[in-house]
């Protein structure tokens, strides 16, 4: 049976690959690399390692900072979570059963704070990842976290755009608009 290129996966992609890693560090409870990702800034192995699934120079610190938010989403962690969704759907789940998202008045301020900021706003970031860990909801995908990270500053601000949307509108929303 020979395969076809219908029968072809897509390539993995950066974020994936460092995905891949970062999970498997928590399913081989590999928690002494877990604990130096935590470390911000810091050099050592699991930050280089971390930087080389970067596909150029210029988005090592950025992968880094990326390992660096899975960890801290991790901490403690038994069994990974890959998320799903951006971090604006992330957020949405933030909150208590009564006022999730945008009815959550914290929530609207971190994301706004995220949205508004023309460089990367990594303390911000830390504290979604934080937020949404102390709330125990799914984080974002993290390999398209890396994707939209690594797109931040790109023209027109389409990444702050698409989180803001998914924060603000609900996915069922957004499948009702489309039709």
């Known amino acids: 049976m020979s395969s076809t290129d219908t029968d072809r996966r897509p390539e993995p992609t950066p974020g994936d690959l460092l995905t891949g890693w970062l999970t498997g560090l928590v399913r081989s409870r590999d928690y002494g690399q877990l604990a130096a990702l935590r470390r911000p800034r810091a050099l050592t192995t699991s930050h280089i390692l971390a930087s080389s699934f970067a596909p150029t120079e210029s988005q090592r610190e950025l992968f880094e900072q990326v390992a660096f938010l899975f960890a ?13 969704g951006s971090l604006g759907s992330a957020v949405r789940r933030v ?3 009564g006022s999730r998202g945008p009815k959550d008045p ?8 995220l949205v508004s900021s023309r460089s990367i706003p990594w303390r911000h970031l830390q504290h979604a990842v934080e937020r949404l860990r102390a709330c125990d909801v799914p ?12 797109s931040w500053e790109d023209r ?12 603000h509108i609900s996915s069922y929303t957004k499948k009702e608009s489309a039709k």
């Open 95 to 97: 909150g208590s059963p």
């Open 72 to 84: 801290v989403y991790h901490r403690g962690a038994s069994q990974p979570s890959y998320g799903f």
């Open 156 to 167: 027109g601000r389409p990444v702050h755009r698409a989180w803001a949307r998914d924060f």
């Open 106 to 113: 914290g929530a609207s301020r971190l994301v706004d704070r």
């Open 139 to 150: 984080p974002p995908a993290w390999s398209q976290l890396a994707a939209d990270l690594s």
